[in-house]
């Protein structure tokens, strides 16, 4: 038995995190984490805030010119500043969307990025068409259809993403991640009483280390209730008994890197022996 208590959860399949997979014609599958309509909503924000402020610009150069020419040139003024309206609503993400790959200014902000549903860039016909269909998905006021059909689809779609086949996704800016730090680290008796093979797969150790690294940024009964999806299942295979899910988890992952860097060390000993 392994140092580690009692716990009775049942094991379940469900997602630790917002991500979705996508696998290539190669077969060589990527993570995405898709972003959700809160923080879709801050991005659109954000670039209602640009739009009015390059309208504002267009109709004080308007209103200074039917000023100083009078009313030989106020109605071409008003026109045109309609024009800038109109092109400002319909214009703006496509422009943005094809200079910067799928984001606008108010996406950058928010690191997000729209892309092709089988997460290859965004390509013109895709951002006209998602954009035009911005008109279905505003009904019938305040975007309402739009996050009801958003909030009903796995990837957060709105209808305009269906329709041209797109995501918006959040932007993984980091280059080298730091370590993962166990605090308090596992106790000898707790890495000992695990194999140094564990019957553990890539895809579960990569759910641990995301599940590690977004533990300090929840609430304990948060981070327990997320390890639990996950625990039960690898303690089944080695016949284990615990207490706290999320401690379990963090010894099975610094068991398994030990083991890998055992490995590592084995043959490179082999190899200069050779």
């Known amino acids: 038995m392994l140092p580690f208590g009692a716990v009775g959860v049942a094991p379940t399949a469900e997602p630790i995190d917002t991500t979705t997979e996508v696998e290539t014609p190669e077969h060589v599958r990527f993570r995405f984490r898709v972003a959700g309509p809160a923080r879709r909503a801050v991005a659109y924000a954000l670039d209602l805030g640009v739009r009015g402020v390059i309208v504002a610009v267009f109709a004080f150069f308007a209103v200074l010119a039917g000023a100083s020419l009078g009313e030989l040139v106020s109605g071409t003024t008003t026109g045109l500043l309609l024009v800038i309206v109109f092109l400002t609503e319909w214009a703006y993400y496509l422009v943005f969307d094809i200079a910067w790959s799928g984001r606008s200014p108010g996406r950058r902000a928010m690191g997000l990025r729209v892309v092709d549903a089988s997460g290859h860039p965004l390509r013109l016909g895709q951002s006209l068409l998602r954009n035009l269909l911005r008109a279905a998905d505003v009904l019938p006021m305040g975007y309402a259809l739009g996050v009801l059909v958003m909030a009903r689809d796995p990837r957060f779609r709105r209808i305009g993403d269906r329709v041209a086949g797109t995501m918006v996704v959040l932007e993984d800016t980091s280059r080298v991640r730091a370590p993962i730090l166990i605090d308090p680290p596992p106790t000898r008796a707790e890495l000992y009483a695990l194999p ?79």
């Open 196 to 274: 140094s093979r564990l019957p553990v797969s890539n895809e579960e150790l990569d759910a641990i280390e995301l599940f590690l690294r977004r533990a300090s940024s929840l609430s304990p009964a948060r981070a327990e209730e997320l390890a639990a999806m996950l625990a039960p299942r690898i303690a089944a295979r080695l016949g284990a008994r615990y207490l706290q899910p999320s401690r379990f988890l963090a010894a099975v992952y610094a068991r398994a890197r030990d083991g890998e860097a055992a490995g590592e060390r084995e043959r490179a000993s082999a190899a200069r022996a050779a």
